[in-house]
DNA sequence: GGTGAAAGAGTTGGCTT
DNA sequence: AAGCCAACTCTTTCACC
């Protein structure tokens, strides 16, 4: 299947430039992979139509947010009628950065950031106060090696070509 | 404790807004926020300053990188000398997209995205291979229900003192 | 994909509270 | 210390090649 997301090697490396500095400029960025302002500029637009890029964001450290505490909580659903409403009801709470469905003996895998301890207590009561949630597993994160990392893609290296 | 790394309100408010879109013009965000652009410009640069943020990054759909495929894998170390090797190895492989010291079981959590199924167990492969690490168990995600959320601050809108 | 020019945003210094 | 205004510079954006 051709798909509307694929990308060549020019965009993998504008895109590589802008996930260590989204804000770089286009003549900077044009520079670097060498491209006109315009080019750069037409290129992150077709970027963006196509779904490829999907926000400007922004890495904050989590514990100038108070959200110094993290838990992976895995989470099992019992078999009734209500499990297509888990997903949409751990979305509405606010702690649980990111819900992925997964394969195995749980159902799905939520990254969850609270201020401490204790408040990972209470979303984990709310999780389970959810209909068709049977049983959930957590574990506790004691220090992260590193996430949010730029974007390293096999493609964006080697700008030295003749 | 009152750190270096404590934000206010109207930082709060600024962060939420970035955080959904990191290229918005600091006249708008102050527009927003009730602020002049200069104002907004001078809390940013100390947000950076102080570490709070961190970088201005971009969300990219994983699928146009060729990376269709996620796992979570858990690791556990032997007793040996080259524990603390184990993480800065992992930190090479441009796979692990995240990694995080836990309690429990095993040590490690990593968060590692490839293009197919097959290219994983080449990863899982090259981990095992790492001195230091005893055995993996891998988690596979059938469907990415959230990630990359803009941030959802409590305090973003009512002040709060410890 | 490039060029150039108008419109818009980032940046800085001086002033006010 | 924090914010506003205004001037200045740089970037984005768009018509045209």
Known sequence: MQNNISIDEMDAR????MSVDSRRSYADIGHEVGLSTAAVHERVRKLIERGVIRRFSLSVDPLALGLGFTAFVMIR???GVHCREVAPRLREMPEVQELHSVAGEYDFLAKIRTSHARALEDVLYAIKAIPGVARTTSTVVLNTEFEDRPLRLPSAKSSENS
Chains 1, 2 share one sequence.
């Open 77 to 79: 659903n019992d078999g």
């Open 14 to 17: 504008i895109l590589t430039a």
